[in-house]
């Protein structure tokens, strides 16, 4: 089996992190299934002990007997077979991204205790290759990221935002082929209970980040008997009614407890890459230059689109508050631009990758939850968010490709809720852009007892063994390696 291996900045450029919530349709669970063969990997960077297989499941549960897809799946085995616990499946963000070399990747990150407890375990979700893929053929100009992320004209206007959207849902009708309909964050967790049984486990724990504590808590949901120990790292707020409108919407507040975070380090004396004297200087400097480039663009060879404006730059923030590392990147970016230039273009990801992930992000975000179809709606909202939020103007309330699908969601959002046993561990960064702390605390508020989060004190995008801090990791990885877990809801610092 081919594998294809995908560096974690690729993914969380070219990929959206999507929450929402689901009520299930029937769970399908399956205590047997064909065991897994597996095979040596292909791809660049592995640990030579990783191994890969696929699993056959069906494209509809609705249809069991219908046509099926592949879904690809990776293994280290236990580095201590006489410690070990059972499986730790690896979910990673997106929707978009794969976790098949995170054994290999992030399992280097683990500690002991957690690499001899249990076999790592990832996969690539159905439409992501190489899983059976999907692929819209969307134009170039449509996978550059302001128009996937739906960034409003200078004027506040969402006529070509329609417009994108109805370009991109007519070429995903036009080019994506069945599997397009059966992409959801809950047909995500049913094929997760399939690769459980493969795997000959009666549980499985699982460690989902960004959007994988979507699919986490979709499973726990509907499988809350399959499930061990679960952590959830960098959640999002689970509303059952607006899915991954509340996702976007999240960018307003997420952005706002960043960006004084960049400020001060931008304004800090002895910094090479400073911009203003004090921190309070970096938000009005950022404001102005944004608008001069809402007016008059740079020219940027190589880069998608092929200038650098004032929604070019807003993206860019948004994607380097991802990472405090990246503040630099930021920070060279708005210095250029404010003497008229422009650095290198940064590098894209391969074509056909953007492609697959521009299409599965699509088909789950659009399959999970049914989006206003009214311009007037978002021209309301982009209206109030620009007015409230300027750092972002207007973009989190915006119309995205949804608008326009063409296909109905089959099945209503979940609505997380306590049922079930009390084996979840929230992780969350006080600081984060994608998955702000108020968003988390409302998933928190949903699993009740079934829950203990820890809040910690730290900027970025994932919390455990990335962004995070010694306190926060070390309860994390004593919770996987032994099943401790604070008696209450604590705070790292």
Known sequence: MKQITKSAALIATASAVVFGVVTPLTASATDTAAPLKWTECEGEGLDPRQECATLSVPMDYA??????????????????????????????GGPGGDSLGDPSGEGKKLPQSVRDAYDLIGFAPRGNAPSTPVNCEVGEEDLARTSLR?????????????????????????????????????????????????LGERKLSAWGVSYGTYIGSAYAELFPHRTDRIVLDSSDNPDPVRAERAWLEAFEAGVEDNFPEFATWASAPGNPYRLADTAAEVRPLFLRLAARLDREPIPWPGANPAELDGNVLR???????????????????????????????????PESMLQNYT???????????????????YEKGVAESRAKFPLTAGMPRNAMVCVAWPWQPKEAPLRVTGRGPSNVLLVQNERDV?????????????????????????????????NGNACGDATVSRFLATGKRPGQDIYCS
């Open 434 to 466: 994608a998955t702000p702390l108020s968003g988390a605390l409302k998933l928190r508020e949903a699993l009740g007892r079934r829950a203990v989060m820890v809040t910690v004190n730290s900027t970025g995008h994932g919390s455990y063994l990335d």
């Open 359 to 377: 299409a599965v992000g699509a088909a789950t975000i659009c399959n999970d939850g049914a989006w206003p179809r009214s311009a007037a709606v």
């Open 63 to 92: 249809d069991p007997g219908g046509p099926t897809i592949d879904i690809a799946v990776s293994r280290i085995p236990s580095e201590k077979p006489s410690a070990r616990r059972g499986a730790l499946l690896l979910i990673a």
């Open 315 to 349: 993206q860019a923030t948004l994607d380097n508050l991802y990472d405090p590392d990246d503040y630099p990147i930021l920070a060279k970016l708005i210095r250029a631009a404010r003497k008229g230039e422009v650095p290198a273009a940064p590098p894209a990801p």
């Open 150 to 198: 739906p960034w409003p004209a200078p004027d506040g206007s969402v006529t070509e935002n329609m417009a994108t959207a109805k370009r991109i849902s007519d070429a995903c009708a036009r080019n994506g082929g069945e599997l397009m309909k059966h992409i959801s964050t809950l047909n995500n967790a049913r094929d997760i209970d399939r690769i459980r049984a493969a």
